[in-house]
């Protein structure tokens, strides 16, 4: 099991003869779990970054260790895996635990963002400080950045999906409860289904289809099992970057402020990544023989329309819920 916090100032110099430079160990080594696979680059490379800079303008007072691939913890666990202090920080995904904080549903609200940029700015403008980041402090869980993760598209493996029918009593995996209530509201029939699991359920046919962001497609080689995806921006995922309370208060003032910054200079690299893949994502389907099709606005607004009751829904599930849906359309 990994310790963690493992802090502790370290006495004494560690001394390098070759070259007679002289480095101190770190003071605080702290222990970073995700799930994300190294294809997940615009997700993933923003992490090393972090963990870079904390090293760097600390003077190597800090070290934090990043664990990639489920080495450590697989991305449903990771949310519990900081509540408990079994290690000090990660990335966890908002519709992985939308059963802890009812709240964190907000990024699957259908259509409510026209783009990534849009979502970053209701991020940005203290979206998750209406009540979700209360509720994680509440857990033990410390929120230092929170960048928007992608939006999730429609794949289909042997057809189109340019309308609502196209998914009528398709199998279809998904993640999240609201998610799952749109796909209801189509027709479809859905499933949750962790990103790791797709590609053999798509492959046996388990599965007729999927609703992930683009990145899902191309870092878990799902275009090697299907041939169809339509770009629609249905909804969103976001990502935050925390750390486990008890581990955060045991670090100095500046410290603290040194991470705080470098945290907030991941979301806007993440934001700025994940607009560069998505303007690439075309052609690297389109060279792995997937048919994409970007959504007419036509097709769109079938989509719209039958998927718009989520909101009804997610209100009943959520009592403040209007609060953050007006929040999110009156700043983006």
């Not at 934001?271 to 007419?296: D, G, P, Q, R």
């Amino acid at each position: 099991m990994v310790k963690h916090f493992k802090s502790g100032v370290v006495a004494g110099l560690i001394a390098v003869a070759a070259s007679g430079f002289v480095s101190a160990a770190p003071e605080y080594k702290l222990t970073f779990s995700t799930y994300w696979p190294t294809s997940y680059n615009y997700l993933i490379d923003p992490i090393f970054s972090f963990a870079e800079k904390v090293k760097e303008r600390t003077n190597g007072r800090v070290e934090v260790e990043v664990f990639h691939s489920k080495q450590l913890f697989g991305g449903k666990e990771e949310f519990g895996a900081l509540e408990r202090g079994d290690i000090d920080m990660s990335a966890p995904m908002d519709t992985y635990n939308t059963g802890a904080i009812p709240e964190l549903g907000i990024a699957s609200m259908p259509f409510l963002w026209p783009s990534p940029r849009a979502m970053q700015t209701s991020l940005d403008a203290g979206l998750w400080d209406l009540g979700v980041n209360q509720a994680m402090e509440k857990r033990g869980v410390k929120v230092l950045n929170v960048a928007a993760g992608g939006p999730y598209q429609l794949y289909g493996k042997g057809f189109e999906i340019k309308k609502p029918s196209d998914l009528k009593g398709k199998k279809i995996a998904v993640s999240g409860s609201a998610a799952s209530r749109a796909m209801e509201l189509i027709g479809a029939a859905p499933t949750s289904m962790s990103s790791g699991d797709l590609y053999v359920a798509l492959q046996r046919g388990t599965i007729d289809a999927t609703s992930r962001p683009l990145i899902t497609g191309i870092g878990r080689k799902l275009y090697e099992v299907l041939d169809n995806i339509t770009v629609v921006n249905m909804s969103y995922f976001s990502t935050a970057l925390a750390i486990n309370l008890d581990s955060w208060n045991k670090l100095p003032k500046d410290i603290q402020g040194i991470m705080q910054q470098a945290a907030n200079e991941r979301g806007q690299e993440q934001l700025k990544l994940l607009e560069a893949y998505m303007s690439e994502a075309e052609s690297l389907f389109e060279k792995n023989n997937v048919n994409y099709h970007v959504a007419t606005n036509a097709e769109l607004a079938g989509f719209q329309k039958e998927v718009a009751p989520v909101y009804d829904w997610w209100k009943g599930q959520v009592s403040d819920g209007d609060k953050y849906i007006d929040f999110a359309r009156k700043n983006q």
